[in-house]
């Protein structure tokens, strides 16, 4: 939830209820009901006295602090030790170097997040957090081997993570990861055989683990994007639980053959890799119904056999007509939702007559 605070002239403004979504003065918390949860940001410590205002909260259940750059580490740990409710904590941008040691009170805290701080120590401080179940991390170059102690973790981001340790592998109840500008994934990466989403955006490492996706048979959805991929994996084809595919931004020229045994995926994302024709591979993912190509000029006929697609994202098919024509006889251009039809057209400056005869027998509307 993104909160949007306007620029109001008092100091005293500083918080936003998450329950109300009412923006809250320094006078009103003292009034909060137990169990509720408010959002701090941009305010320098010096207008409202952190520790001294939200230390009392001891009923609180979530904590969102945004932009707190002037909130010290004893200040932190004030605010945090009383805090043993506390289910959800955000601390974002708010330049810390270690981990709080008060954390460690917080026992009930389900998921945390610590967006844009470069944490080099107190990693101890997570262990006594047995219920947590989500956490992301953002800005830290290293991890230590002592992350893989949190063997309860289900749902984990890390961005900005240069080398992750090999002990990666041991949060075994993993079911979300999300990996973002990792340059040394590990090789245990396929012990995390209960993921269901993996998302692996700018990892340049990744044509040489790929073989070890092949073991995570219970994938939904993968991403591997800006991995500098020169074709589809071959592990991919193992995957056939997958509904959804991510392969954009690489620069893909074969392998494609590897996705024919995908036949319940319902979502394909080829663009920006530079694509010359529709994959013929394709044909074979029947189960299709939003795909995303980008620029190529031709092979749309492979598209016929999807009857169940309904909107694709391929810019510029009315420079090849023939091709295009081909498209819109088949079953699949008939199935197409009509935003699609209709996207297709405008794109293309309303000059496809086939497609004006189609919205026409499909009784839409003419685009002005």
Do not use: K
Not at 118 to 123: D, E, N, S, T, V
Not at 201 to 216: D, F, G, K, T
Not at 236 to 257: E, K, P, W, Y
């Amino acid at each position: 939830m993104h909160i949007l605070f306007p620029c109001l002239p008092h100091a005293a403004l500083i918080a936003y209820s998450l329950a109300s979504q009412a923006l809250l003065v320094q006078e009103d918390l003292a009034a909060l009901p137990a169990g509720h949860a408010i959002a701090i940001r941009g305010y320098a410590v010096e207008q409202w006295a952190a520790p001294a205002v939200l230390a009392p909260l001891t009923t609180l259940t979530e904590l969102r602090l945004f932009r707190q750059a002037q909130l010290s580490g004893s200040q932190l740990e004030q605010i945090l030790q009383r805090l043993a409710q506390l289910r959800h904590l955000i601390i974002c941008d708010c330049q810390l170097a270690a981990i709080p040691a008060a954390l460690s009170c917080c026992t009930q805290l389900a998921s945390l997040s610590l967006d844009g701080s470069r944490l080099a120590a107190g990693w101890q401080h997570l262990q006594p957090l047995a219920q947590l179940q989500h956490l992301v991390l953002s800005g830290t170059d290293h991890l230590p081997a002592s992350l893989g102690q949190l063997t309860q973790l289900q749902h984990l981001v890390l961005s900005g993570t240069a080398h992750l340790p090999a002990s990666l592998g041991q949060l075994t109840q993993l079911q979300h990861l999300v990996l973002r500008g990792a340059a040394d994934l590990p090789a245990s990466l396929g012990q995390l055989t209960q993921l269901t989403h993996l998302e692996l955006e700018r990892c340049s490492n990744v044509p040489a683990v790929s073989h070890q996706l092949s073991a995570l048979h219970r994938l939904q959805s993968l991403q591997l994007s800006e991995c500098g991929l020169a074709e589809v994996p071959a592990a991919v084809s193992g995957l056939t639980a997958l509904t959804a595919l991510c392969l954009q931004h690489n620069r893909l020229a074969g392998g494609f053959d590897h996705l024919r045994p995908l036949v319940q995926l319902r979502q394909l994302h080829l663009q920006a890799n530079d694509l010359d024709e529709v994959p013929a591979a394709i044909s074979a993912l029947t189960a299709l119904q939003h795909l995303s190509l980008g620029y190529p000029a031709g092979g749309w006929q492979h598209l016929r056999p999807l009857a169940q697609l309904r909107s694709f994202d391929a810019l510029r098919c009315w420079d090849n007509a023939p091709d295009t024509r081909l498209l819109l006889a088949s079953e699949a251009a008939a199935n197409l939702h009509p935003a699609a039809v209709q996207r297709v057209l405008d794109e293309s400056g309303g000059d496809l007559p086939e497609l004006l005869d189609l919205l026409a027998q499909r009784s839409l509307p003419h685009p002005i």
